[in-house]
Structure formats: C-alpha cells, structure tokens
C-alpha cells in the first residue's frame, strides 16, 4: 500500500471535498469526519467539506455535514470514503470533482476515480486512515482519533471479526495514545434505546431457525413501525441473531417498500460465521464482505431462494 498517496494528493489540492456512501454507518461517518478533522488541524487554510444528505439517527456523535456549491467542488480534490461503487455514493456531484481518490476496505467492486487505496483485509475505512497516519508518523488531535476509533470498533465490532490482525490492534493503540475516550465510543455504538432494546428482543423470539444451522427472520413494515421504528432505524439489527453457537449464517430481511403491484420488497443483511457468503450476495443486488454482505429488492420469491441457496451453501 502506498501510505504516502493520500497526504500527497491533501497537500496539492486547496479544496477538499470528502464524500461517505448513503446510509452512513459509524465506518462511513468515522472515516469522513476524522479526515475532515486532521485535514483542519493541519491545514486550517484549505476548505474542506464533508458532505452527503442522508444521516440515520444513531449518529448523534458525529457533526452535521457541510454545505458546497458546484463551482467550489468542480475545483475540489474528491475524497470517497468506505464506498465500493459509485452509485452508492451519497451525493453524486462527487463525479465532476477535479480529481477523485478512493478509500475503501470493501472487496473491488468497481474502478471508479483516478486513484485508490483499497485495502479489503482491513476490517474498516477508518483502520486504513489510522494505519497511513500511523506509518507516516501524523500527529492526531484527540477529535480526529475519536473519530477514527469510532468507526474502528464499528466496523470490527469491537476487534472481533475475522479479519482483525495486530496491525488492527495496532493502529487502535496508535489512536488510544492521542487521547481517545475509549468508553464514549463503546457507548455512541453499541449502547441503545428502550425501543430499539425491545424491538431487538421482538426479533431474538420471533426468528425462525432451520436446521442447516441458518437463522433468519422477515420484518414488514408495520412490525417496525409498531415499535415507533422507521426502516432506517430498524434494518441495522442483524447483530442481534450473532453470536449463537447453532447459527452458521444468519439474516434478516427489512421491508424497504412496497410495489405498485402491492408486493412487499426487501433489503437484507447477512452474516455468517466462517462460510463465503458474498457471492451469493451478488445475485440477488448486493455485496459486500466475505462474511457480512447485504442485498436489495427482493420480492418474497427472492427471499425464498436466497435462504435455499444459503442453506446448500452451509449445511
Ligand atoms: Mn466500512
């Protein structure tokens, strides 16, 4: 990895604009604010924007995003963080950007932008960033670091998942040391509301587990908004079939909409314990991680299909 190219491409441009993919997560906020944050601390000269429109609401612990005109970002050095495709950018301006450079830990999905730095053995974007200020011997200030930290833990859900080597580890001592409050972001992730705890607990009793060692369970529209939820709010909560020791694979399905025909359509999240699952993923308008993929507008059809695939798959 080239640990010099992101500093290099900060210090050529006066105008920064820093772009995450739609439907933030903690990676995605993390990753854009702390480099928005060390960007500031070191040039407080540049213009930087940290931009996108759509914010979910368990982000009370990042900033609300900027404002940038056309013009100012058609001169900007664009940076996309912890997006694998261009579609999934959230404000798609990013396209007329004078120069675009990627930061992503996400598998390949496509070439978009002049520049990259991909790295999918990374657990999250904001492991990558702390990693290149780590090698280059970049000085944080303890707001940067927290962010940073944030979306670390997020991504890795708390050093867990498969993928966290020492370097993971590493790279969160290097952010401890400028001052991070390790327990203020244990909280901004992983704490919850009373109706999400009893949402949470509506789907550890209602899912349905099959014997080829696969959970799952299917939320309608009104399920959620029965427990004041909105899609956003309720489509994260594939954690909570985790971590079950009968449990191979599991997923839930989210109903997004419905169609004018009336069907219901649904995004999911999967998860797996040590199986590839992600090119299964693929066929049914999704991708992502190995072990950790999502999909998108499946009918009930779909759904039916995807967990036969899934159980061959596993059992
Ligand atoms: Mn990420």
């Known amino acids: ?7 290099q491409r900060i210090e050529e441009f006066d105008t920064i604009t820093l772009f995450r ?47 940038c005109d056309d013009v100012t970002l058609q001169n900007s050095l664009a940076i996309v ?12 301006r990013f396209l ?23 790295a999918d053995m990374f657990g999250a974007t904001c492991e990558i960033l702390g990693y290149l200020m780590m090698k280059e011997e970049k000085s944080l200030s303890a707001m940067c670091a927290q962010y940073l930290y944030s979306g670390l833990i997020a991504d890795t859900l708390r050093f867990s998942i498969p993928t966290t080597a020492p370097r993971t580890l ?16 244990n909280a901004d992730n992983f704490s919850t509301s009373l109706r999400l705890f009893r949402f949470e607990n509506y789907i550890r009793s209602n899912a349905t587990y099959l014997e080829e060692g696969f959970a799952y369970m299917i939320i309608n529209q009104e399920d959620y908004e029965r427990f004041g939820l909105s899609f956003n709010e309720a489509k994260d909560k594939v954690f909570v079939l985790g971590g079950v020791d009968e449990f191979k694979a599991w997923a839930i399905f989210t109903q997004k909409e419905t169609d004018d025909e009336g069907n219901r359509i649904y995004n999911g999240s999967l998860r797996s314990k040590n199986i590839q699952i992600n090119d299964i993923a693929e066929r049914y308008h999704g991708g992502g991680h190995r072990f950790a993929c999502g999909v998108k507008g499946l009918h009930d059809e779909d759904i039916k299909n995807l967990i036969q695939e899934l159980c061959e798959r596993i059992g």
């Open 1 to 7: 990895m080239d640990t010099k190219l992101l500093f």
């Open 21 to 67: 993919h739609v439907s933030p997560d903690a990676d995605a906020l993390g990753s854009q604010f702390g480099l928005k944050q060390w960007i500031v601390d070191h040039y407080p000269n540049k213009q930087v924007y940290a931009l996108g429109e759509e914010r979910s609401t368990k982000s009370d612990a990042f900033p609300g995003s900027d404002y």
């Open 81 to 92: 963080l912890d997006t694998s495709t261009s579609e999934r950018v959230d404000d798609q």
């Open 96 to 118: 007329s950007a004078k120069h675009i450079l990627r930061v992503d830990h996400h598998i390949n999905a496509e070439n978009f932008g002049q520049e990259a730095i991909v």
């Open 170 to 185: 590493e790279v969160a001592a290097y952010l401890v040391g400028f001052g991070v409050d390790v327990a203020k972001a």
